[in-house]
């Protein structure tokens, strides 16, 4: 089991990872027409960042068991393993109700790799 805090301190790496690599797409997708401006694409960023770090801190909330957090692999856990799936999931339920999953379905996939990762290095 793990104190809310240390819990805490993972979602929040989990999110500003997140919130980066979201916008460092936004900077290697400058050569691209976009419809929308870009300060619109940095709060989708910053939102998308703070999506996947809430999914993150509730599911391990909610997860802090014996069972899910004892690893059968060595330093890996179901509940890491479960980690990226949340995000993905939590990144596309905010990408979906804003009408922008087309133009931000790989952030689900950098929200999952990033929570995967951040999972198994810190808890």
């Known amino acids: 089991m793990f104190p809310a805090w240390h819990i805490a301190l993972t979602s929040l790496i989990?999110?500003?990872l997140t919130?980066?690599?979201a916008g460092a797409t936004i900077i290697l997708r400058r050569s691209e027409q976009?419809?929308?401006p870009r300060a619109g694409q940095v709060l989708d960023a910053l939102v998308i960042g703070l999506?996947?770090?809430l999914g993150?801190?509730?599911w391990r909330l909610g997860a802090n068991i014996p069972t899910l957090n004892n690893d059968p692999i060595p330093g890996v856990s179901p509940a890491d393993v479960l980690s990226g799936p949340v995000a993905f999931v939590a990144v596309g339920?905010?990408?979906g109700l804003r009408g922008a999953s087309e133009r931000w379905a790989s952030a689900q996939a950098l929200a999952a790799l990033t929570a995967l990762v951040v999972n198994i290095v810190t808890i």
Request: glycine residues 6%.
């Open 93 to 95: 339920v905010y990408t």
């Open 14 to 16: 989990t999110a500003v």
């Open 19 to 21: 919130a980066a690599l």
């Open 51 to 53: 999506a996947a770090g």
């Open 56 to 58: 993150i801190l509730l």
């Open 34 to 36: 976009l419809l929308v």
